[in-house]
């Protein structure tokens, strides 16, 4: 069985700043600080995705490449949650 695989984002949060801020190639890594109202759309994006992914046959390779992907926009200060394959 294949995952069906959404055509949109399972949702989107705004974060406040990053820090380092500019980020250079040699950051080891970046922090995202979000409000708590946008940290809870960002929880329900998260969680509406982790609950897709379980509902995938674990058994076949598809359901085990199954994963989530953040997306940050820097130009729009955003997170998005999606699917995505692992390979």
């Known amino acids: 069985m294949k995952p069906r695989k959404k055509k949109f984002t399972y949702g989107t949060c ?5 820090s380092p801020d500019p980020i250079q190639p040699t950051t080891k890594a970046l922090n995202v600080v979000v ?4 940290a809870l759309k960002l929880n ?3 969680d509406e995705c982790c609950r897709e992914l379980n509902s ?5 390779k598809a359901g085990r490449d199954a994963a989530l992907n953040l997306t940050i926009f820097f130009d729009s ?9 692992v390979k």
């Open 14 to 18: 705004a974060f406040s700043r990053i």
């Open 77 to 85: 200060n955003r997170i998005a949650v999606n699917e995505e394959k």
């Open 35 to 38: 409000s708590f109202d946008e």
């Open 56 to 60: 995938y046959d674990r058994s076949t």
């Open 44 to 46: 329900i994006a998260i």
